[in-house]
């Protein structure tokens, strides 16, 4: 590269010809106390709340408490560099984070700062990190569904856009795979997905970002990461700046899911710089307004009316229990601010039941009116057939003396808990579930073998999309289920066909 | 939790300000106020020996004694009384938040001007007049100092406001926009 001495001194001398020597006013107040992630100052009389600052070192705070002789200021990078003595600015702005399509595909901390290497993110738009929620008649109900591509989701507990659907479940039992598979799913839905570890170990995040670019996923995803070695403020910020993010697209007419995994790390980041900040612990020494932490963050989730575009956001908080009690605090706060939960089983999981959704447990509020009327069909029972199902399993374990009816009962359990089984990264289309929750709700499976299900299932697949497309695409286009008839027709004739596995038997 | 310093300190000194106000005695409190100010600030750890268990209850009331002899009535109750309830390591900021009060009652403001060369009594009561023009106040209190880092012009800093007007700042400014 020629250095071109001439053009640079031409430009050189325009920015100095257009340089005005300005008074520079400032308003300033002194560090008193610096420590964990949050500094002390006297004086910033006119500071405000969420405002940002600017420390000597050029490090970002942000303006947490105002109290009668100092604020609080939670520090956003690194806080090494400053000292008790050092003069802190105002800055006259809030918080905000870089939006926009430039970050689509990117990896970025809740700064917005790039982590993956891919140089600056080319974007001048903003958005407050802080905003509030859509009110009322800015909202209009969830009617559209969410496909997660998760058979035991979509049957059992549908989740529609706009919604926020709590994934709750101790640690280890498949809460991030759910995460994934969904956002997987996502390719050509016309949705924009963002992925908000909080505190999730850094290599953890790699390996999930390496999996949504082999299934090409990070061309509609961004990826927002605040590790566990960053500064609490940082862990706090995070999911925010996620929902800043998403609101830029919901705002102009786009369908957003935003995952937060998980929110109770942000809890405990907020926790402790609230104890830091020396605000009163409550229960579980969390601050009094976690609730209102959580909830306002929720609330940014939404389905907007037509008049505002029909843009949505979907959440999918994480929340991380503890030997599977639901009843402890942040649990219950997201549960009750969240339109439904699906709770993930430590035991399912470990005897095989992949995705270990206990279905009993799990809910969805308002997802039912999203799915799709073929689905409604073949699902609507499915519910409660698989909870009569778990119950009498246990009792089944007593003895073999059980009537027809009773084993009959069992027996279509079983296949019941087999077909909602799925392998890790895959997906179904809306169709392929129908058609499978269909042969199985009309006893097409029950003279197959437990352990051939999962063939069955796959050679269905095939074998409709060879013989009897029409079908599948019926149920894709009219949302409808096709004519009952034809549907027996089909999976009879493949029935009929159908090879168990010898040793199966 | 117990108080911290600034919180007791304004109370006491609000209490003090609005007796002394009311009697009209404000500026002999404040110059007597100084004085004492000015015994602490010169024995260090007088206020100190004077709160914790160091000393001897009668030991501690000579030294009292000795600082309330010339006091007039106010003081010499505020004294007494700070001492009364353990706060004398707190006085001394009881009397700069005093200071402050009255200061911001006469709308006065103090601040610190940084030149590069030392600036005549003139230039500084020229300086002290559009100052306090600017934050609309009565009047400004001007306290020189020179830095010749700062190569020219001037900054003019109060308790939160820096008024920057220096030639450094502005090379500063250039540079950012040069590199940015």
């Known amino acids: ?505 | 939790m117990s108080l911290d310093k600034t919180t007791i300190a304004k109370r006491y000194s609000k209490a003090l300000f609005e007796i002394v106000s009311e009697k009209g005695q404000r500026d002999e409190t404040r110059a007597e106020l100084n004085q004492i100010q000015q015994v602490f600030n010169d024995n260090e750890g007088l206020g100190k020996i004077l709160t914790d268990k160091g000393l001897e209850q009668n030991q501690k009331l000579e030294i009292l004694n000795i600082l309330t002899k010339d006091a007039s009535n106010y003081v010499g109750n505020l004294i007494k009384m700070t001492f009364d309830y353990g706060r004398m390591d707190y006085l001394i900021a009881i009397i700069d938040e005093f200071n402050n009060l009255c200061d911001a009652d006469e709308k006065i403001v103090r601040a610190k001007v940084v030149s590069a060369i030392p600036l005549s009594d003139q230039q500084l009561d020229k300086m002290a007049e559009q100052f306090a023009k600017r934050l609309k106040v009565s009047e400004v209190v001007l306290d020189s100092e020179v830095d010749d880092s700062i190569i020219g012009g001037a900054i003019i800093k109060t308790d939160s406001l820096i008024y920057d007007g220096s030639i450094q700042t502005q090379i500063n400014q250039i540079r950012q926009r040069l590199i940015g």
């Open chain 1, 1 to 505: 590269m020629s250095i071109k001495a001439e053009e640079i001194s031409a430009l050189i001398k325009q920015q100095l010809e257009n340089y005005q020597a300005e008074l520079n006013v400032e308003e300033t107040g002194t560090v008193t106390y610096v420590g964990d992630g949050i500094a002390r100052a006297h004086g910033l009389n006119n500071a405000l709340s969420g405002e940002l600052l600017e420390f000597s070192n050029g490090v970002f705070g942000m303006v947490q408490n105002l109290e009668s002789n100092d604020v609080g200021i939670v520090i956003m990078g690194n806080y090494d560099g400053i000292h008790e003595g050092d003069v802190v600015k105002r800055t006259g702005r809030i918080m905000e984070v870089p939006v926009g399509d430039a970050l689509i595909g990117r990896v970025v901390n809740p700064l917005g700062e790039p982590l993956d290497g891919k140089g600056a993110i080319q974007t001048t738009k903003t958005r407050p990190v802080e905003n509030k929620a859509p009110g009322v008649m800015q909202r209009k109900s969830v009617e559209q569904p969410l496909q997660t591509g998760i058979k035991a989701i979509d049957a059992l507990v549908p989740i529609g856009r706009g919604q926020r659907e709590l994934i709750i479940g101790d640690r280890k039992t498949g809460k991030t795979t759910i995460a994934i598979d969904t956002i997987l799913n996502q390719k050509d839905q016309d949705m924009i997905c963002i992925y908000v570890a909080i505190g999730q170990k850094e290599s953890t995040v790699r390996t999930q970002v390496e999996t949504l670019r082999r299934y090409g996923a990070m061309d509609y995803t961004i990826v927002v990461s605040a590790g566990p070695s960053e500064p609490a403020p940082m862990l706090y910020l995070a999911p925010y700046a996620g929902a800043a993010m998403g609101e830029e697209f919901m705002y102009n007419g786009k369908h957003v899911l935003i995952v937060y995994d998980d929110l109770s790390k942000q809890a405990d980041a907020y926790r402790e710089l609230s104890l830091i900040l020396r605000r009163p612990p409550g229960r579980e020494a969390y601050p009094g307004d976690i609730f209102y932490t959580h909830s306002r963050l929720l609330e940014r989730a939404a389905k907007l009316s037509d008049d505002l575009g029909g843009g949505s956001m979907t959440a999918l908080p994480f929340v991380e229990t503890k030997a599977g009690d639901v009843s402890a605090y942040i649990p219950t706060n997201v549960i009750s601010i969240t339109d439904g939960q699906v709770f993930l089983d430590g035991d399912y999981f470990n005897s095989g039941t992949r995705p270990a959704i206990d279905a009993g447990t799990s809910v969805s509020r308002v997802g039912g009116d999203a799915q799709i009327k073929a689905m409604k069909k073949v699902a609507g029972t499915l519910r409660l057939d698989l909870a009569s199902y778990r119950e009498l399993e246990s009792f089944a374990q007593f003895g073999s003396d059980l009537d027809k009816a009773t084993q009959a009962k069992l027996a279509r359990g079983r296949r019941t808990v087999e077909v909602l089984k799925q392998p890790l990264h895959q997906p179904l289309s809306v169709e392929n579930q129908v058609m499978i929750l269909y042969a199985l709700t009309h006893g097409f499976l029950d003279n197959v073998p437990v352990d051939d299900i999962q063939r069955f299932q796959d050679e269905l697949f095939d074998y409709i999309a060879s013989n009897n497309k029409e079908l599948t695409d019926e149920i894709r286009e009219t949302k409808q289920l096709p004519d009952t008839d034809k549907m027996d027709a089909a999976i009879k004739s493949f029935a009929e066909h159908f090879q168990p596995t010898k040793e199966a038997k």
